[in-house]
């Protein structure tokens, strides 16, 4: 049972330029969350997704956007990159039938570097 | 709202010695809580987690973690370190809506 997947693992991008990230939840998982987790800190929830659509957000701007397809498969775009958007970002995938404390279940990431 | 404080950056032990990761929260509402350990290079994977069921959570490796709800607490502790313990704890708070990770703890194992 293959976990939860992400691509690329690596990606370096220009100021300005926009970005993909690509996430495949764990088998059995309907939900998809996305987090930031810049160097040295803790991860920063960004978005969910349930049922193709957003259900929940962060404090990001709108520069930051996703999607989920009807197979929960799931796209964080961001685009005008900043410098400041150098970082981990991590998908994470749930049961939306898991309950209250909803564990969830974290890709490997992907390591975003704008210069 | 809530948030969580995780109250070390950074903690050394020896080889064989115990482990205390400290951990206060705040929240409005009845939390639930995990712990998460991220190793180098890897993602995060849960290490065990409250909700509101025994106080006293068991989890994967050794690590074990108690709710104490006077204290707004959930220390993660290990009786025994091992090398392989060298990572990044995290310490989460969540209710249905969200999800809030603490800055983290690097804990360093010396042999």
């Known amino acids: 049972d293959a976990g939860v997947t992400q691509s690329p693992t690596h990606l370096i991008k220009t100021r300005g330029q926009q970005v993909t990230l690509r996430c495949s939840p764990k088998?059995?998982?309907?939900?998809v969350s996305w987090y930031q987790q810049a160097l040295g800190q803790g991860p920063q929830f960004i978005f969910q997704y349930y049922e193709e659509e957003e259900r929940q957000r962060g404090n990001f701007p709108d520069r930051f956007s996703g999607h989920q397809f009807p197979n929960y498969s799931s796209e964080l775009n961001v685009n005008a990159l900043l410098l400041g958007d150098s970082a981990l970002y991590l998908c994470?995938?749930?049961?939306?039938?898991?309950?209250?404390?909803?564990?969830?279940?974290f890709g490997p990431g992907t390591r975003l570097t704008v210069t | 709202a809530q948030s969580v404080t995780q109250l070390d950056s950074h903690v050394s032990v020896s080889e064989g010695t115990p482990v205390l990761l400290r951990c206060n929260y705040s929240?409005?509402?009845?939390?639930?809580l995990f712990w998460y350990v991220q190793h180098p290079n890897k993602g995060l994977q849960l290490l065990l987690k409250?909700?509101?069921?025994?106080?006293l959570v068991k989890g994967i490796n050794g690590f074990e973690a108690e709710f104490k709800k006077s204290e707004t607490s959930f220390h993660l502790t290990k009786p025994s370190a091992h090398m392989s313990d060298a990572a990044e704890y995290f310490c989460?708070?969540?209710?249905?809506?969200?999800?809030?990770f603490g800055a983290g703890t690097r804990l360093t194992v010396k042999p």
């Open positions: 989460v708070v969540s209710d249905l809506n969200d999800m809030r």
């Open positions: 409250y909700t509101s069921a025994a106080t």
């Open positions: 088998s059995g998982h309907d939900t």
């Open positions: 994470a995938s749930s049961s939306s039938g898991a309950g209250p404390g909803y564990e969830q279940y």
């Open positions: 929240s409005s509402y009845s939390p639930s």
